[in-house]
Every structure is written in structure tokens, then in C-alpha cells.
């Protein structure tokens, strides 16, 4: 099983829709992230949580909320999906020793 | 707030030719990582460097960090289709990292 775990893995949804994005992991890590990838633009960060009570904005979290549910649970939140958040999201958990991210196999989200 | 800027975008390679992607940051940074994602993969950490200066090989890769820690080098010699991929530098914090766009390598057999 993969270390972290994200559902659903393809989505399709109408513009004004809610969409919840979920991750999981089991790698015990306390740092988890969200990040958008779109062509030509890298890996943009959402919002991280360093712990259950920490959430931080990263530099596109307009549109989107998290909630941390548990250590091994972060979740990603779009209230009113619009079109121009298609794209692929990817969850990573960071190893507090060697700073390693680790990645889900992302989330294909299309906004009609 | 923090950029890191990576160039080039595409790189076309014959197989066994050398590769090489760079990384710029606008602030100095205290690590920069290394990340490879295969098409329609996810992004696999390939390494971290931290000191200033600092050169890390793994097999056909050479990483460098550069004196003021605000550059940074991926060099693939003779490239293998395996290379194929996107190659991202992140640079960052103990907190959070910014990545560059990505180099996408293509290797023609």
C-alpha cells in the first residue's frame, strides 16, 4: 500500500460544485501539504499543517480550505469549484529528518 | 515572496548525450532538493544538498550547490530513455519549499 494515499484519484465536477480532496498517510509524519500542479508551472503550494492545530496558507490558497482531521489526515476543500482550478493535486508528507517530501499519486480535478 | 526559476523548460536529448538543468533563486536559501516525476507520475525525491559549495553524485548524476546558495545544477551524463521525465529543483525552509516550473527531458533511443 502506498504511504500516502489520496482519493479521489479522477474527478469531474460542475462549475459551483463543493469538491473535498482527501489524503492519507501512514508515515507518522506531523508535516503534510497540498500542492497544485498545472503544465509549464511546477508545483504551486496550497496550504501545509505542521500539526492538527496548525494550518498555514501557502501562496494560492484563495478558493481552497483544508481541514486536519488527524495526524494522518488532510484534506482539501474547494467550496465553489470554477473552472480554472482543473488541474492535478498532489498531497506530500515532509520527513522532520532529511526534509524529504513524499507525494501521493495526486488527484485529477476537472471543473466544467 | 520567494522565486525559483529553472531553465530550460524542454530539453530533447539523443540517448547518451549529457543533460543539464538549472535552478535560481531570488533569496538565498538554507537547501535546495531535487525531485523527478515520470510521466503521468508523481514527483520522487532524488536528493537534498545544504552546504554551500556542496557537489553530490549519484551514478550518472552530478548536483551542485552553488558559493552563495542561491544556484543550483542537475547534470545527467549520458542520458538513458529511463532519464525521461520532469526534473524540478525545490528550494526553501525547514517549513515549506518552492519549486521551479521543471525541465522536461525527453531521450530519443
Known amino acids: 500500500d502506498a504511504d500516502v494515499t489520496q482519493t479521489p484519484r479522477n474527478r469531474i465536477t460542475k462549475t459551483g460544485k463543493r469538491i473535498m480532496l482527501e489524503c492519507s498517510q501512514t508515515k507518522g509524519h506531523d508535516r503534510m501539504y497540498w500542492y497544485r500542479q498545472d503544465p509549464g508551472l511546477g508545483l504551486r503550494l496550497i496550504y501545509y499543517?505542521?500539526?492538527?492545530?496548525?494550518?498555514n496558507k501557502g501562496e494560492i490558497s484563495d478558493g481552497y480550505s483544508v481541514s486536519r482531521q488527524a495526524q494522518a489526515k488532510f484534506s482539501l476543500s474547494l467550496e465553489s469549484a470554477i473552472p480554472n482550478q482543473t488541474a492535478l493535486y498532489f498531497c506530500?508528507?515532509?520527513?522532520?529528518?532529511?526534509?524529504?517530501?513524499?507525494f501521493g499519486e495526486g488527484s485529477r480535478l476537472t471543473v466544467l | 515572496g520567494q522565486q525559483v526559476m529553472q531553465i530550460p523548460q524542454y530539453q530533447h536529448v539523443q540517448e547518451g548525450e549529457d543533460f543539464t538543468t538549472y535552478c535560481n533563486s531570488s533569496t538565498t536559501l538554507s537547501n535546495i532538493q531535487w525531485y523527478k516525476q515520470r510521466p503521468g507520475g508523481h514527483p520522487v525525491f532524488l536528493i537534498q544538498l545544504v552546504k554551500s559549495g556542496e557537489v553530490k553524485k549519484q551514478k550518472r548524476l552530478t548536483f551542485q550547490f552553488g558559493e552563495a546558495k542561491k544556484n543550483s545544477s542537475l547534470h545527467i551524463t549520458a542520458t538513458q530513455t529511463t532519464d525521461v521525465g520532469t526534473y524540478f529543483c525545490a528550494g526553501g525552509s525547514n517549513y515549506k519549499l518552492t519549486f521551479g516550473k521543471g525541465t522536461l527531458l525527453t531521450v530519443n533511443p
Open positions: 499543517s505542521f500539526d492538527v492545530k496548525d494550518i
Open positions: 506530500a508528507t515532509r520527513d522532520p529528518n532529511t526534509g524529504e517530501l513524499f
